[in-house]
């Protein structure tokens, strides 16, 4: 791992974390990117992740609070679109898919981890979660109808200590 330079990036990609939360993973895409964006829409989580930001004094981080199904950015304008635990949040994931798709540049991949398809219902009203998971085909058909390519998913090696199964996925915009 690399301990010199430390949010300066070290390549060229252009990354947005849809649904940031606290920036845990915002913070650390920072580390090998030339420009992450956060977005979300909870103002205590964008503020934990300004915190973080600011801590860490990483440059190359911003911020923003939008729907990430109606982003004020320009077409075409990123490399990748990570949505990590996010999309359960959302009231159509699917356009969600769709704007990562429009702010894309070609060749651009979208990145998903996912809450796998589940029966705990408590999450709706004690998390605020719209799905309780979602079928790995779902996501699949989401990310196709978006105009995504090349998809591929996975879920992770079931855990006897893990209440949720996650599902990981990726596409292309070709």
């Not at 969600?96 to 009203?125: C, N, P, Y």
Request: overall charge negative.
């Amino acid at each position: 791992m690399r301990k010199s330079g430390f949010g300066s990036g070290t390549s060229e990609l252009e990354i947005i974390d849809l649904g940031c939360g606290d920036g845990t993973l915002t913070v650390e895409m920072a580390k090998f990117a030339k420009r992450v964006i956060g977005v979300d829409y909870n103002p205590e989580m964008l503020a934990s992740a300004r915190q973080s930001v600011d801590r860490l004094g990483l440059k190359n981080v911003s911020l923003i609070s939008e729907n990430v199904s109606k982003l004020s950015l320009p077409d075409e304008s990123l490399d990748v679109v990570f949505f990590s635990q996010s999309l359960h949040h959302l009231d159509d994931p699917e356009s969600g898919f769709k704007e990562a798709f429009r702010i894309l540049r070609t060749g651009g991949q979208v990145l998903v981890m996912e809450l796998a398809a589940h029966s705990e219902d408590w999450v709706l009203e004690k998390l605020g979660h719209k799905w309780q998971g979602f079928e790995k085909e779902s996501l699949l058909n989401f990310m196709q109808t978006a105009g995504f390519s090349h998809l591929h998913s996975e879920i992770l090696p079931d855990r006897r200590e893990e209440l949720f199964e996650i599902i990981l996925a990726s596409g292309r915009k070709s």
